[in-house]
């Protein structure tokens, strides 16, 4: 589906928005149909004007409901997530299957010492672990057991199901699992350590300023989380010879920390952010990768941290690329994608009740709004 100069109107198509971090894909998605719904160059002329005509009673009844043109989405990203989130509009949303199963690229940031049930800083802390032993090296030189085909695991605690019931249902009730979790087949093509970064500090002023979440989980689930790791750890035995164990399921085997096992001083743990010395604060890892679809990129992360005798949770993440559409090399271009920021701004001036685009838009491009010029000049039939 390539990118057209002239594109038909109404438009059906695809395009790329670069979604901020802090919102659901479905957010996104519902914010643009609303403006599509009332734009020429989305919806037929003459179906336009008689919408426009109706009563002001209808026409905020119009703007709440989600409006008549199709669109849908190629990829869901977590809230957290930032990133290429490709839209289909009308007959488009038919082409976005391939999008689904296509090789995906992201940067993420990973946070040592620090284990939260969804595996980002989205979710409650489950365990802090040492880290002072971890260097850079070390972390490249394990990244080598990530790359290449992997069996993986959604976050075991917050989103792994058994027979459409989540694990820590069968921890809490005390039920065995009905058999060893089922993995997902993933391919990381690529995998490469790109910055280390130490914390930020008064004497560290270029430093990282991400810090562990403050939120941690109540006795009780902590007690269920603990079980879950049973419950794997049970069912794990009772696999057939010969068949493949899951990496999480591999690293949950191992000690927790390979410096509190080696050390004859141990390094102390501690349960929050803040009581760390400033100058002892963990560092990140940052990371560029090319995945198959269905990767989780936060389990990665999660089990870097396993495998470095320690903990990690992803405090980053931004898909630079999905097919054919791509995020510029800096932070301020974003290449194929149209900006949040004009969308933002256009839904703000809608819910105040200003008028969109004059119909002969459809024709006019000085007419268009700003986002309707910006989405036609990245448009792909």
């Known amino acids: 589906m390539p990118k057209v100069n002239n594109p038909s ?18 957010a996104v998605v ?38 008549p043109v199709k669109v849908g989405q190629g990829g869901t990203l977590d809230p957290l997530a930032d990133g290429v989130l490709v839209v289909g509009v009308s007959k ?45 090296e070390q972390v490249e030189a394990t ?18 199901k058994m027979d459409g019931k989540p694990l820590y249902e069968y921890a809490r009730e005390g039920k065995p699992l009905p058999r060893p979790i089922e993995a997902r087949d993933a391919n990381v093509l690529e995998l490469e350590l790109i910055n280390w970064q130490e ?19 109540s006795e009780a ?50 349960d929050s952010w803040d009581a760390i010395p400033e100058s002892e604060r963990p560092p990140t890892f940052e990371l560029k990768m090319t995945v198959s679809s269905g990767t989780y990129v936060r389990s990665i992360v999660h089990d870097i941290g396993l495998a470095l005798g320690s903990a990690a949770h992803v405090v980053s993440l931004t898909r630079t690329r999905q097919g054919e559409f791509a995020l510029g090399e800096s932070d301020s271009d974003q290449g194929d994608c149209v900006p ?8 703000e001036d809608q819910k105040e ?5 004059p119909l002969d838009a459809m024709t006019d491009d000085t007419k268009r709004a700003e986002w309707e010029q910006l989405v036609f000049s990245k448009w792909h039939d």
């Open 92 to 136: 488009g949303t038919k082409s976005l299957g391939r999008f689904l199963h296509c090789t995906k690229e992201y940067k993420t940031i990973g946070l040592l010492g620090c284990e939260t049930d969804s595996y980002d800083s989205e979710g409650a802390r489950v365990r802090t672990a040492p880290w002072k032993h971890i260097t850079r």
């Open 340 to 347: 949040w920021s004009v969308f933002e701004k256009a839904s």
């Open 143 to 160: 990244l080598a057991q990530f790359r290449g085909p992997i069996k993986q695991v959604p976050p075991i605690y917050s989103a792994l």
């Open 221 to 270: 689930d902590r007690s269920r989380y603990v079980g879950v790791k049973d419950l794997i750890a049970k069912a794990e035995s009772q696999r057939p010879p010969g068949e493949d164990k899951p990496l999480t399921a591999q690293l949950l085997d191992q000690p927790e920390s390979v410096e509190a096992s080696t050390s004859a001083q141990p390094e102390p743990l501690v």
């Open 9 to 26: 109107i109404p438009l059906s198509g695809i395009f790329a928005i670069a979604k901020p971090s802090g919102m659901t894909s479905m």
């Open 199 to 217: 914390a930020g500090s008064t004497s560290n002023s270029s430093g990282h300023t991400y810090t562990w979440p403050k939120k941690e989980l």
């Open 353 to 357: 009740g200003l008028p969109g685009s």
């Open 30 to 67: 519902e914010t643009i149909q609303k403006l599509f719904s009332d734009s020429p160059l989305f919806v037929e002329a003459e179906s336009l004007e008689k919408q426009r005509s109706k009563s002001g009673k209808k026409k905020i009844k119009l703007q709440r409901k989600i409006g």
